[in-house]
């Protein structure tokens, strides 16, 4: 069995020097920079929704934990 090169192709794709480097000005130019404006507002939501959700999910927690404790204690017999 011979240790050939399975692909004949390989050897003729133009561009390539040998030891598979690349002659300057085959590469394409790289790209610009995309930090200028996309055309559209990174529209998220207010800054008082964070507060809201936290304060709901805050009340929900001491609703259950008082609950819990009235329930240990007694008061809902």
């Not at 240790?3 to 390989?10: C, K, M, R, T």
């Not at 507060?51 to 017999?77: H, K, P, Q, R, T």
């Amino acid at each position: 069995m011979s240790g050939s090169n399975p692909d004949p192709y390989e050897d003729k794709i133009t561009g390539l020097e040998p030891g598979a480097g690349v002659p300057p000005g085959e590469t394409p130019p790289g790209e610009s920079s995309t930090a200028g404006p996309q055309g559209h507002d990174e529209g998220g939501p207010r800054k008082g929704t964070q507060a809201l959700w936290l304060a709901a999910i805050g009340a929900g927690v001491l609703l259950s934990l008082l609950y819990f404790i009235g329930y240990i204690v007694g008061f809902f017999d």
